[in-house]
């Protein structure tokens, strides 16, 4: 008897255990949380006990033969139920032992010496002699692998959802972000591809996760902790662990650049899928470091499980049992685009040797608008002046952190290196797809991505916009497409599901040949603008009702030859293929909105014509002004060198005339040579990057 | 004036029109089905209207300068709306025309001829004076590509969600079946190998789909249909049509094996993605035969999109416009497994030059049991005799045809063969995952993958039971897994949703060592069956306790070597050895009653010992009786050659009596020598094709 405290009555010890199980009657009937446990009554037992678990003993099994009866006895530190519930009995008289007598056993209090709790189960016989006794030392330990589940930024206890994922405001989960920036600014490389933590700043693009232990200083001989995941999930994430928590609170050691391999070594990678974690002891918090590797793509939905268990030791040779797992699901935050309402932050444009005209333009645009230009100089851009192509600027964002994240086209021009070289840094991702197999065309440049503002859709919430490219059209047997690899990753993402568009009756072939959006102070906070060689016919026969046939397009212009509104007019041919392009836009009109749910008033017709030079496919006949660049309330517009009437562009007045009802100003650029002449506009020729969404992507009902 | 029936008063027009626009009000506001069209005042236009879309006009664009009102004319068949609304004015009045006047177009009946109805638009100026006209003529045409969406087995008209899927009983969308048994028994391939037809019960496998078109006997000049499906779902389906709808109904163009490739022309599939459909005229129907070609999977959902869209024609040299886009969706059913408490149908065995005994045990059991015993003979077998190992049985069940379907090992011993070369046949599927870079091991062998009677777990329903399969400790740095391609195929079927059990402790290692599942007449109409150490010691010691120590064991089985009770109970090792056997087996049941939602009542400890030969990993020490074959109410158990009480062995014994308080029979099959002592039993020899679940997976509730 010598084991127990004597001096706690067996009454007293009841009391307790009733109050526990209106407290714990969840957790003893729960099947979730219990472990079949067997006693022996030939020796005493030790065993490691994880609060909030439940051991389960089927009595039966360790009782001696001809057992009839049994009582059970235990320190106030463990709670014991016996099930089926004993009868009424006498006080202290020993319970009948039946086939299928269990006893749960659980604690409450984590231990601070290893075997300070016991319990004891005895059995008698017919006549109530005792026949033998099983006799358990126990030692409770609190294990919690902590996530930010909540989503606030911070690492809290034990959160009850934190092994699941669910999207909208009540969801839950934590998120991961792809480590695809690069801490180094020079002999760059993505933090992702390389398996140490070079830079204690790295840190800040993983997910904190918090391994949270309290119990005696050392685990009983043999238990071990070990973090694990799935072959699967290994490709998508690696762990690190700080070895100290001291290391990043001492700015000091942000010095000693060689020194952080070793303070954070890797635990978990595609080559390690389960390792050992020390228990600290007492109370204690061990901080893990979780980086994403990739994108959720055709084959990754994006969702990461991370499990620590507690093993249990077997005789030596045998493989340690896990006796208890706690899981964290982690979704890989998704690459987002940031449509035309969204305020600037940088204008990227070339400077080539031969358009200063448009840089000159450029930057007092982008000056008055009081943002930032960036020029990519000759060096870098060897002559390719599309910078809208060879990129395309999004980000990705987590409770804890966010940063731009640039995705680099298989286009693949001259300008190819300027994303890595240039824009990939500490703080700005950047990632890719590679097309291996597949014919990279000139839908591929991201002139024939882009992004619609918020939307809403037959009760459906797009609170981000939805995605939109270019396409052949799905009937045709022959056509140009987007890269099937560049494609899946978009849809992958699955926040800004994407709209495929008709862009191949152009010989460029990208929807921003034909269509943006602009900010409005009304309706649905922006208007869709359309070229429309019906608006621009419209325009030109106003223009000669009015007696102004005799004015002249291009004039000056010495790259294109000059023309008057009749001789326009006159031309059957450019007639009939405006038709055409008319129809190939109201194609893409009605799948606009319908799929961005919008009425006719929340679109804009504007003049432009086109025309069929080769391939039977379009290109714009004079600048095409719906190739515009927009900031904030500041829209650069290709010039369009229309016919004057009274010393003023016709064209222009009507652009002006439709944006000012939306508070916007027109600023137009002359690209006529340096970009028009060569299929493209100041769109083309130029790209912005732009704030962050205030919404949260993990907020959306899905 | 001429174009119009002038015998219809245009008040008469007006009455049906508004009777029109109450019935389809709903359509006429919907964005869904509305179609921008341009009128023409310079020339009279055709256009060709689907039955349920609307024509969306800018009166604007096409109004002639200085246009101030329009009026609409139109024969009956036509109906139209203005918008917006025009003031009440006196009849006859023209309406003003503004800025975003619309007029939106309807036809509620098919065409019998070309151009049968019409439409005029006419333009007026400040004096009402007539501008101009804009006269259409009009062809209806009704087009539905049809499916089984309600899952009744037959094809109904247009069924509103045809082109979406949802689980459940009140779900929708259609079925497609993976075309994997083959109608040819010699030769043999299968049918989803082959890009025709080559015969007509090849069509059953394939799911109908039917083109339903009602209008004039030629669609007017340029018109198309066609049928597209998408790059990515084009490697898992592909569609055939039938080219009269004689054919198949014919019984005697079955004996012309030849003419098949032709009656039933290859559609679409991965080399052609789009195709031309004929229009047959007035109203007629045409059938296709979708055809799956892939299981779902790690980069497969499993869903399919079908298109069929009316190409209207532009000038030479351009592509088609789809101007109406008909889709369906199926989603392609799933390999499903049958447990136990199914019926039988077919016992699968090998017969080998040692196996008589077995053998003749086995014929008896099956016999009595009523079902048809499969004997797998030497020339095939190349004496493999664990028929159980190589292969799984499962099946395929869409509302129109269902079929069993053999999941081939990548285990691949000498009985790689008989899958594909005895099993699969008409009717009889085939599929199997390829190990490319994966070591085989034998827990790639399927009596490693089991499935649990239907359970429900928390509120969770799986009607058709769980999967189970046998790994190593997540945690185990080393240890034999299953091959990641079987999971990931496992995982994909989704609605039998997978457990995974720790086998890496038994030599061999599959669970069906240690568990199986028995019918049962009470509570879950099933119980577990686990393997028990503890249990057989309890039994030994009862035989020692009532003085049947000196009983032996393997009385007269030369093969192993004879032994007391005494002397087993004496052996330590084997004690402590099956100590840690009873862990993992309760590292199991823990894991069971979790994922299947079990209480201890529905488990049945079977008194089982093992002994740890090698490598630290288990073997039965007497013929594992829970590795049994159960067929129906009929069990077939390895006899155990325990120690005989009064003339009958206690195992047996103890075996019958566990089993008859279910009404279950126990035969005991001498698989000693043959079994056995090549650690392998009953269940490991043997397999068993079952009944179908009367259950359909897509009434699951995801």
Not at 200 to 218: E, H, I, N, Q, Y
Request: charged share 20%; glycine share 6%; proline share 6%.
């Amino acid at each position: 008897m010598s084991v127990f405290q004597e001096q706690v009555s067996e009454t007293a010890a009841a009391r307790e255990v009733s109050s526990f199980l209106q407290k714990k009657r969840k957790l003893f009937d729960s099947q979730q949380y219990q472990r079949t446990f067997r006693l022996d009554t030939q020796k005493t037992l030790s065993v490691l006990h994880v609060i909030g678990t439940v051991l389960k003993v089927n009595l039966n099994r360790s009782a001696p033969p001809s057992s009839k009866f049994f009582s059970v006895k235990c320190t106030p530190s463990v709670q014991y139920r016996i099930s089926p519930p004993p009868q009424e009995t006498a006080p202290f008289s020993p319970t009948p032992l039946n086939g299928n007598s269990v006893l749960l056993i659980s604690m409450d209090r984590a231990s601070h010496f290893e075997n300070d709790s016991k319990l004891s189960v005895q059995y008698y016989g017919e006549k109530k002699e005792v026949l033998g006794r099983a006799i358990l030392h126990l030692t409770a330990v609190e294990i919690s692998l902590d996530v930010d589940a909540d989503r606030d930024g911070h690492v809290e206890r034990n959160n009850p959802n934190k092994g699941s994922w669910t999207w909208g405001p009540s969801g839950h989960g934590a998120i991961l972000l792809v480590n695809c920036d690069s801490e180094r600014t020079y002999a760059k490389q993505q933090d992702s591809e390389q398996a140490h933590v070079s830079r204690v700043s790295d840190l800040k693009d993983m997910s904190l996760m918090v391994l949270r232990t309290k119990g005696p200083a050392k685990l009983p001989g043999g238990y071990k902790l070990a973090m694990h995941i799935s072959q699967g999930d290994a490709e998508s994430v690696r762990i690190f662990r700080a070895k100290s928590s001291e290391v990043t609170n001492n700015p000091l050691t942000q010095l000693f650049y060689g020194t952080f391999v070793k303070d954070f070594p890797l635990v978990l990678s595609s080559e390690v899928l389960s390792q050992e974690v020390p228990y600290l002891g007492n109370t204690a918090e061990m901080n893990f470091y979780v980086e994403g590797l990739r994108f959720p793509d055709k084959d990754f939905d994006g969702l990461i499980s991370i499990n620590l268990s507690l093993l249990e030791p077997m005789s030596a040779g045998f493989p340690e049992t896990p006796i208890f797992t706690d899981r964290v699901v982690f979704r890989v935050a998704p690459w987002i685009m940031t449509p035309n309402t969204l305020n600037p932050v940088e204008v990227f444009v070339c400077s080539t040797s031969d358009n200063y005209q448009f840089l000159k333009g450029m930057r007092n645009l982008v000056q008055k608008s009081g943002y930032k230009l960036k020029v990519c100089h000759e060096y870098m851009n060897r002559g390719d002046r599309w910078m809208q192509d060879e990129l395309e600027f999004g980000y990705i964002d987590s409770p804890h952190h966010r940063f731009p994240v640039v995705l680099d086209s298989p286009r693949d021009g001259k300008l190819m290196n300027f994303p890595y070289d240039v824009l990939l840094g500490p703080d700005f991702g950047y990632v890719t797809r590679v097309a291996n197999n597949e014919v990279v065309s000139s839908l591929d440049s991201f002139g024939n991505l882009e992004v619609s503002p918020p939307v809403s859709v037959n009760g459906k919430n797009y609170p981000m916009g939805r995605i939109i490219i270019g396409v052949a059209f799905p009937t045709a047997s022959q056509g140009r497409n987007m890269t099937k690899v560049v494609q899946d990753f978009l849809w992958a993402q699955k926040v800004q599901e994407p709209i495929a568009l008709f862009s191949d009756w152009l010989l460029v072939g990208h929807v921003d040949e034909f269509m943006t959006f602009v900010p409005a102070p009304d309706r649905k906070g922006f208007r869709l603008l359309l070229a429309s060689p019906d608006a621009g016919y419209k325009l030109f026969r106003g223009l000669q009702n009015d007696g102004h046939g005799q004015a002249i397009m291009f004039e000056g212009q010495g790259e294109a030859e000059e023309i008057t509104v009749d001789a326009i007019l006159k031309d059957e041919i450019l007639q009939a293929e405006n038709n055409y392009v008319q129809s190939c836009i109201d194609w893409n009109r009605d799948v606009l909105k319908s799929e961005l749910g919008l009425d006719d008033e929340d679109i804009i017709d504007l003049p432009i014509l086109f025309k069929l030079p080769e391939m039977n496919r379009a290109v714009a006949y004079y600048p095409d002004m719906v190739n515009m660049i927009v900031l904030g309330k500041n829209l650069g517009i290709p010039k369009p060198f229309g016919p004057k009437v009274n010393g003023r562009c016709a064209l222009e007045a009507e652009m002006c005339s439709l944006m000012s009802g939306l508070g916007l100003s027109c600023t137009f650029i002359d690209d006529f040579a340096s970009y028009h002449m060569l299929l493209g506009e100041v769109h083309c020729g130029s790209n912005v990057r732009r704030e962050f969404f205030d919404f949260k992507w993990w907020n959306l009902e899905m």
